[in-house]
């Protein structure tokens, strides 16, 4: 297959009008007017991955091999201001970085262990010998502390993978040990990519006033990650209005996680077996990334800000209790009077619903545990955005320089454009409604 941008070279402005056709027939109704340009040249052939908080590990070339080293360690790792614990990950964090290469290429893994238990690296996903599958045990013997193993192997597909430990597997992927391996086509994108994002969901039973993530517990965690962040440290993705935006989801959590972005349809164009068929694209606005799967979403950028989040919306919480009374509804002044004489300052909350809850954690006078995050968090430009967890914005603007992927702020829309108050009046025009029952 000849390369998009060999095509383009060889062809001239015949195959921009081609490629302008092209990308109308795959934005569907996302469609924005898109740049008639094809994707930067880069010196390797490929637009990088951006990895949200995380790094792509560098490799030095060896007779024609990419040979990386990924340390696998403990590491000190800050979720978000206030919430920090031991976990494990490679190369000081957790996930560990980006492995990225192109089909074709000949690659070699050292991994030095330097965990207090034995390790090996599963390449999940990834086509090779029986004898580089990482399976410790199965396919090798176990990387003890201290000894460095090299995996080698020649990459036969393209697409979004990832790498995980396949030793003591519970404990160590709950604690933090896992990345992503993306590997781009050796001929170059049929429909080119301007920005490309990856990120790892993830799950954290990391208890109120604990410094090491609990690898026994199996559903209800209490940090719900992003490349083990959680928001409002998780970085917005950025894009300039027009570009073809690429998000790469991968899962080694334990739950499913529907990830939902807003302002528009995005296509579902991709998972570990690659960058599918075009035909085979389907327009969606939330996507299933099922424990152990990735999916690859693409969209045309419109201007504006934009939340991208997962759809369980206890994962957009941070740190809280889900064994506690309903309170919905509840008139607890009674029970507040008789509490606070055992303890001052105690306040009842929840009759009215549970977005209070910011507030009082914000203004400083409701302290929860040590190292414990508030369950809502986040301002935005119009006052508290209430979430937690898996929760970030994808920022579009029209006048983003191309490779910039600093926060450029808040978005102005334009003043026609916001929902505002029209009426403070309970009993507000004569809306239709049915009576009760
Ligand atoms: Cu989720």
Partial sequence: MTSRRK?????????????????????????????????????????????????????????????????????????????????WGYNGTTPGPTIEAVEGDRVRILVTNCLPEHTSIHWHGII????????????????????????EFTLRQHGSQMYHPHADEMTQMAVGMMGMFIIHPRDGEVVPIDRDY?????????HPGTYRPDPAV????????????VFPAID?????????????????????????????????????????????????????????QVRDIEFIA????????????????????????????VDQSEIQAQIRKLLPGYMAMGRYGMA??????????????ENTLAMMVGKGPYGNIEMG???????????????????????????ATIASRISRDPNFGNPVRRKPG
């Avoid at 528009?264 to 099922?290: C, H, K, L, Y």
């Avoid at 970030?392 to 003043?415: E, F, M, N």
């Fill in 236 to 292: 917005p993705m950025v894009a300039r209005t027009g570009e073809r935006v690429r998000i790469r989801m991968g899962n080694l959590s334990m739950w499913n996680h529907p990830m939902h972005l807003h302002g528009v349809q995005f296509w579902v164009t991709g998972s570990d077996g690659g960058r599918w068929p075009t035909a085979q694209w389907r327009p969606e606005a939330t996507e299933i990334i099922g424990v152990g």
């Fill in 302 to 329: 419109v201007p504006g800000d934009w939340a991208f989040h997962c759809h369980m919306s206890h994962h957009t919480m941070n740190a809280m209790g889900h064994d506690v009374p309903n309170p919905l509804g």
């Fill in 128 to 151: 090779l010998p029986s004898g580089m599958d990482g399976v410790g045990g199965l396919n090798q013997p176990q990387i003890q502390p201290g000894e460095t193993f090299a995996y």
């Fill in 7 to 87: 095509f383009l070279t060889l062809t001239g402005a015949s195959a921009v009008s081609a490629a302008v056709v092209a990308d109308v027939a795959y934005a569907g109704t996302a469609a924005a007017p898109r740049r008639a340009e094809s994707a930067p040249s880069q010196p390797q052939g490929y637009v990088p991955v951006q990895t949200l908080n995380g790094w792509t590990l560098p490799y030095v070339m060896k007779n024609g091999v990419k040979e990386f080293h990924l340390v696998a360690e403990e590491v000190d790792h800050e979720f978000a201001p206030g919430s920090r614990a031991k976990c």
């Fill in 389 to 415: 967890g898996m929760f970030t914005t994808v920022k579009v603007r029209d006048d983003l320089a191309r490779g910039d992927y600093s926060d450029p702020g808040w978005y102005d829309a334009p003043p």
């Fill in 218 to 229: 199996m559903v209800d965690f209490d940090l719900w990650t992003f490349n083990s962040k």
């Fill in 198 to 206: 990856c990120l790892l969901t993830h799950n954290w039973a990391l």
């Fill in 356 to 369: 209070e809850h910011q507030e009082h954690t914000d203004s400083g006078h409701m302290r929860g545990p």
